[in-house]
């Protein structure tokens, strides 16, 4: 079985400043790893993915995660923060084997940007 | 490109209700089908998902339960709404990559 653990509930921070959402997850086979956006009353939208190849992923928006395997991490970073960027962000694993694709999600984190 | 609609978008219902949501995917064809369930201030919980039609596993046992009746079409039922009913649902669609692709969602408020 798999889960997956956000340690901050909510992680407020000031607009132009960095910030480091953390994601750890466990689990007994390989997975894939993906961050998922959602702003206020809308649904998921998929931020980024780490399938295979290099443990650094980007998004077209700035954001970066790594996927570390030894501390079996995929924390997502931005080195500076807009007001827009102001939502809630889900961490998810997908297990490799299985037949169909199955997602565990965290429980979120709630990103607030402050002007 | 691929587009998947729900509907409605909100809904108020009262205990004891029936209820039916809908969810369908364009520009695709045989996609695995998903409903989450989302409460407020928790995470997603997987209630249903489909590999094709008419097959559908659950994931918790519940008060709801879903169907699919068509390859794009995926319905989310309830003969008898409960308060704990009441979140926001969302569908999903995904296909041989791993990531799965969501709709706007159903604010369900049950009274």
């Known amino acids: 079985a798999q889960s997956v653990t956000q340690l901050d509930s909510q992680v407020p921070v000031f607009e132009e400043a960095p910030v480091e959402l953390r994601c750890n997850y466990s689990s007994s086979v390989s997975v894939y790893l993906f961050w998922y956006v959602q702003y206020p009353n809308q649904g998921l939208q998929l931020l980024l993915k780490?399938?295979?190849?290099?443990?650094l992923v980007e998004s077209i928006n700035g954001f970066e995660a790594e996927f570390n395997k030894s501390q079996t991490s995929f924390h997502l970073r931005k080195p500076s923060v807009h007001i827009s960027d102001t939502a809630e962000y889900f961490c998810a694993v997908s297990p490799r084997s299985g037949g169909y694709n199955k997602l565990i999600f965290g429980a979120g984190t709630r990103l607030a940007v402050h002007p | 490109s691929q587009t998947i609609h729900q509907w409605p978008a909100t809904l108020v219902q009262p205990v004891g209700s029936p209820l039916s949501l809908e969810c369908t995917v364009e520009g695709t064809s045989n996609p695995n089908l998903y409903w989450y369930r989302q409460a407020a201030g928790r995470g997603l919980q997987l209630l249903f998902y489909?590999?094709?039609?008419?097959?559908i596993s659950s994931e918790v046992p519940q008060n709801l339960s879903a169907s699919r009746p068509q390859d794009r079409q995926f319905i989310l039922s309830s003969k008898k709404l409960l308060l704990s009913d009441s979140g926001f649902y969302l569908c999903a669609w995904s296909l041989h990559s791993y990531e799965q692709y969501f709709g706007p969602g159903t604010r369900l408020t049950v009274t």
């Open positions: 489909s590999v094709g039609i008419g097959q």
């Open positions: 780490y399938l295979s190849g290099s443990t």
